[in-house]
């Protein structure tokens, strides 16, 4: 199973950085334009963190990220990256990344929408 491989998770104070990266297999990054980070805690549903719409590059956030996470297209092939500052314990989840193949100016926080998925790199912030 084709499977998009993230990094970059750790143990952080609150108020640190971290940055995550995703790297998908050659094929899927070609047709996956549509690119997003989501975040599930213990006991919670999967949310939406962060989108990005690689046909276009635009991007869109959660509302409870906004203005300190940044989602972009890196430098090393076939990698998204997803850039958090000003971490709060409230952050603390497993990450994953998504893919899916989608036209220009489309984003989506929806879990069933995706069909290629990572397995998760954990984040802990502590107060």
């Known amino acids: 199973q084709v499977r998009l491989v993230e990094s970059g998770g750790g143990s952080v104070q609150a108020g640190g950085s971290l940055r995550l990266s995703c790297a998908a297999p050659?094929?899927?990054?070609?047709?996956?334009?549509?690119m997003a980070w989501f975040r599930q805690a213990p006991g919670k549903e999967r949310e939406g963190v962060a989108a990005?719409?690689?046909?276009?590059?635009?991007?869109t956030y959660g509302d409870s990220v906004k203005g300190r996470f940044t989602i972009s297209e890196g430098n090393a092939e076939n990698t998204v990256y997803l850039q958090m500052n000003s971490l709060k314990p409230e952050d603390t989840a497993m990450y994953y990344c998504?893919?899916?193949?989608?036209?220009?100016?489309?984003?989506?926080?929806?879990?069933?929408?995706?069909?290629?998925w990572g397995q998760g790199t954990q984040v802990t912030v502590s107060s």
């Open positions: 998504a893919a899916r193949a989608c036209s220009a100016g489309i984003y989506s926080f929806n879990v069933q929408w995706y069909s290629y």
């Open positions: 990005i719409n690689r046909a276009g590059g635009s991007t």
């Open positions: 050659g094929s899927i990054y070609l047709s996956s334009k549509c």
